[in-house]
């Protein structure tokens, strides 16, 4: 096939449909654009960095720009694809200089510039336009001080801002604000996090896995408001405080960490189909309602596999994932997307998290019915050294016994728990099973008692009574 691919889009999902699509057919011209300066870095760094974890941001640069050059992958940076025109078959393209665009609300940017520019004609095209933050759509939303965390070159003007901070709050304690309250208390800033939930990353996680955690915020001085509302930024040209449900928290910036949403503006403009969530609808190819449009990552919707709900906004894996099944099949190949299952997991102040499909909250307020086996274990044999708690909580189909879902808290091994875990939910090992599974001991690296095991064999203990 020859001719030209358009992805709308530098992020994971942009840059794996680019190197996809190139690596299926190399005589095609592969075209990508992206507002920001840079595409080769990872965004999931910057937390560390903030916190003094990772020394630098450079480390978080993966590639150099001429990587992309060899490879034959034209990237315009600093360029906004202002409308798709899926009749006459272009996009229009407004460049920019010094992260003009770059204003952390891209939808609004788009809405202002709609249709400007010079028109770059595709044959096919993969819309990769990724998330936003949910506007909190309150008073005060466009003062200076407001922090989105997104684009490396902006993370690292801040990084100076927080080298004069003192105070600082977090807006919802989603995935990324779990991050980055642990590293604003981590570089020493007084930390607030304000969510009208009950506790942190409630719309995912069991409160009982949460509860670690924020005991450790609490001991490294985080000042935790659960079931606050959030009603106002305030200030004169800059934020100097956040008036909430609970009264007014002074403020020397603001880290709006709201729900990830998907940004398809561009997307609705040109006619393709999204979803219930917001996100485009795609058939398991990637492929859109719209003949030679693909789409992959934040800005699409899949169904979980086993509820069929639309899930919008996973994580970057499954974005890269989703790229390069989408540039796949555009250039031409036949690529599918496998079912999600979501295994996850996280560093939240002093614990690890993570999981697999959803919790016992979740599944409750979706009616899953449920059976549960919890335990408490170790991480490493009992006498050696830096020996670590794990809670591991298993949900079960109460039928069959088939692991359903699962979710972790422990201070090491939870990502490989929750990786494996995703592979029992997907090839249907039941808490049985789990019971009676084969694990390494070893004293620096396992216990004889495998946690998940422990929490499968209480659960058949309780089924049998
Ligand atoms: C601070 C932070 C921490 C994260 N931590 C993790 C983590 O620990 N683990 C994990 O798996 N994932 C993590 N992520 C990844 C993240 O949550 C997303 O899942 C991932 O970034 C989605 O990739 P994407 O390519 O779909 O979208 P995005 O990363 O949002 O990229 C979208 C791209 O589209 C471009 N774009 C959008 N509209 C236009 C337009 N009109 N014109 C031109 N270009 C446009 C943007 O410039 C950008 O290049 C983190 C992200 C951030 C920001």
Request: charged residues 25%.
């Amino acid at each position: 096939m020859s001719g030209r691919i358009v992805v709308v889009g530098g992020g994971a999902a942009g840059i794996g449909a680019a190197g996809a699509a190139k690596a299926t057919d190399p005589d095609l011209e592969v075209l990508v654009f992206t507002e920001y300066e840079d595409a080769a870095y990872s965004p999931c760094g910057i937390p560390y960095v903030h916190g003094r974890e990772i020394d630098s941001f450079e480390r978080l640069f993966l590639q150099g720009k001429e990587h992309y050059e060899e490879m034959g992958i034209d990237i315009r940076y600093e360029t906004l694809v202002t409308s798709i025109d899926l009749r006459a078959r272009h996009v229009t393209v407004e460049a920019a200089a010094d992260g003009a665009f770059d204003t952390g609300r891209r939808e609004q940017v788009v809405e202002r510039h709609l249709g400007r520019g010079e028109p770059v004609p595709f044959d096919r095209m993969v819309v990769a336009t990724g998330f936003d933050y949910q506007d909190p759509g309150i008073p005060g939303g466009n003062l200076e001080g407001l922090y989105f965390v997104k684009n490396i070159r902006r993370a690292m003007e801040w990084d100076r801002v927080l080298d004069e901070a003192k105070v600082a709050v977090v807006v919802e304690a989603s995935p990324l604000g779990l991050e980055m309250i642990t590293a604003l208390a981590h570089r020493g800033l007084e930390t607030h996090v304000v969510d009208p939930r009950p506790w942190a990353l409630a719309e995912a996680a069991d409160p009982d896995i949460m509860e670690p955690v924020q005991d450790s915020w609490g001991e490294m001085g985080v000042k935790m408001h659960w079931n606050t509302e959030v009603e106002a930024f305030v200030g004169d040209g800059r934020v100097r405080a956040v008036r909430t449900s609970e009264g007014e928290l002074p403020a020397d910036l603001v880290v709006v960490c709201t729900h990830k949403r998907p940004n398809n503006l561009l997307a609705q403009q040109a006619g393709i189909k999204v979803g219930s969530t917001g996100g485009i609808v795609v058939d398991e190819g990637m492929a859109t309602s719209e003949d030679g449009v693909w789409a992959g990552g934040d800005c699409v919707e899949v169904p979980h596999t086993l509820t069929r709900l639309p899930l919008q906004g996973l994580t970057g894996s499954h974005a890269y994932a989703q790229g390069k099944v989408a540039g796949t099949n555009a250039a031409g190949g036949s690529r599918e997307y496998q079912p999600v299952y979501v295994p996850w997991g996280m560093v939240a102040g002093t614990w690890m998290i993570g999981g697999v499909s959803f919790g016992a909250t979740t599944a409750e307020a979706l009616g899953i019915p449920y059976v549960l086996g919890v335990a408490e274990g170790i991480s490493r044999a009992r006498y050696y050294p830096d020996m670590k708690k794990i809670r591991v909580k298993l949900l079960c189909e109460p039928d069959t016994l088939r692991l359903i879902g699962a979710q972790m808290v422990g201070g090491e091994g939870i990502k490989e728990r929750a990786d494996f875990l995703g592979m029992c939910v997907r090839t249907g090992v039941t808490m049985e099973d789990l019971a009676t599974m084969e694990s390494v001991y070893s004293p620096p690296i396992g216990a004889l008692n495998e946690p998940i095991s422990l929490a499968a064999q209480q659960g058949m203990a309780e089924l049998r009574r």
